[in-house]
């Protein structure tokens, strides 16, 4: 179970359906810093009512995130009834209104969602999901209206300039507070700070991170079952409950070392290390130092998107900050083809620009695997592997 998430609706926001909402009702759940209902959408040519409804989501950006309920009566902040929508054509009402939402709102507002739920009736409710922004404070900024709001109890207010100044502050550091997180996760992964250890080989760490990570308390219940498996593990894996979370490794091999591990934090994030390379005897002529790239590559789209399956059933979701290192990786050739080797690399540590993304997938961890390449002196080709 989770013990504490930012909305009241629980699991991902594609998990919502009439079920969930008719609960809130017969449980008479109340609106809350993280909930609030709303009997109807403003009117497209109301500007007050936009101005309304734009300082209502960003004040959930602002704060802990939240659920926002369209179609949803209340007496006193608890629902009495659920009349729902009427909409013509709900997939262009949702189009609408975030487009919306990101026209007047500065900056723009990462990783808000929305959901029509539709009813039997042919109404339905119109779901708006805002988790806690990593580049808050957000601005409402329709028409010659310029306020930031806050959020406390179960109502928005405009935020004082104290709380202003903390807010710009806590976004400003935010990027060096994520790489903080991966940097002690390469320095554990360097100097074998945990209860095994990957040996000497060419190793990748990578991290991927929620970027509401930091904005939420969360206490995850991590067990080995759900916990993020490392990269490859041949099917066995041991497992080593810490106070941070869970351990998966594979077995270690003849010299105590494994070949792969990942950790999966009780805060709601993922750190993965493996092995990229090692020192082959090409038909016992000579040593050569070498690296895979497909290794790495195939590592990187295992644990991100294995991360983001892990983490959803805890109502974990994007946007995610995706930070990768290189280590032990001097005087190590890529091995392009059978054909051709790179330079050997120069630097024995390479730290890959990190990435914010909202979703994770192949096309969008493309930048990662062409630095990946760079660090040899080589430009990714078009299709390495012949896929």
């Not at 979703?359 to 930048?367: C, D, E, G, H, Q």
Request: charged content about 25%; some cysteine; overall charge negative.
């Amino acid at each position: 179970m989770l013990r504490h998430v930012s909305t009241v609706l629980p699991g991902p926001i594609d998990s919502v359906d009439r079920a969930v909402v008719e609960r809130l009702l017969a449980n008479g759940v109340a609106e809350s810093r993280t909930l609030e209902y709303k009997r109807e959408l403003p009117d497209p040519k109301d500007k007050e009512g936009k101005r309304e409804f734009l300082a209502d989501v960003t004040s959930f950006a602002n704060a802990q995130g939240g659920d926002l309920l369209f179609g949803v009566d209340a007496s006193k902040g608890v629902p009495v009834a659920i009349p729902g929508l009427d909409l013509e054509d709900p997939d262009g009402e949702l189009l609408r209104w975030e487009a919306i939402l990101q026209d007047g709102v500065e900056p723009r507002l990462p990783g808000l969602r929305l959901r029509w739920i539709p009813f039997a009736s042919g109404r339905g409710v119109l779901l708006i999901r805002m988790p806690p922004s990593p580049v808050a404070p957000h601005r409402v900024t329709f028409g010659n209206w310029s306020r930031f709001y806050g959020r406390r109890s179960n109502a928005k207010y405009e935020m004082d300039t104290q709380e202003l100044r903390e807010a710009f502050t806590a976004s400003e550091a935010l990027p060096a507070r994520l790489r903080s997180l991966h940097l002690d996760a390469v320095e554990a992964a360097r100097r074998g700070d945990l209860p095994i250890g990957l040996g000497e080989d060419p190793r990748a760490i990578v991290s991927v991170i929620p970027l509401t990570a930091l904005r939420e308390t969360r206490e995850l219940e991590i067990t080995p079952e759900n916990a993020l498996a490392p990269v490859k593990p041949s099917g066995y894996m041991d497992a080593i409950e810490m106070i941070e979370g869970v351990l998966l490794h594979t077995h270690p091999g003849e010299a105590g070392g494994v070949r792969s591990y990942a950790i999966t934090y009780r805060q709601g994030r993922t750190d993965t290390a493996w092995t990229i390379g090692r020192v082959v005897d090409e038909l016992s002529k000579r040593e050569i130092r070498m690296i895979w790239p497909k290794r790495f590559e195939d590592g990187l789209l295992d644990c991100a998107c294995s991360t983001a399956v892990k983490l959803q059933p805890f109502g974990i979701e994007g946007p995610w900050v995706v930070l990768a290192t290189l280590i032990g990786i001097r005087d190590y050739h890529l091995r392009i083809n059978d054909e051709w080797l790179s330079d050997p690399a120069w630097r024995d540590e390479v730290m890959l620009p990190s990435l914010r993304i909202d979703t994770l997938n192949r096309a969008t961890l493309f930048p990662l695997q062409r630095s990946f390449w760079l660090a040899f002196g080589v430009r990714r080709p078009t299709n390495p592997f012949n896929e």
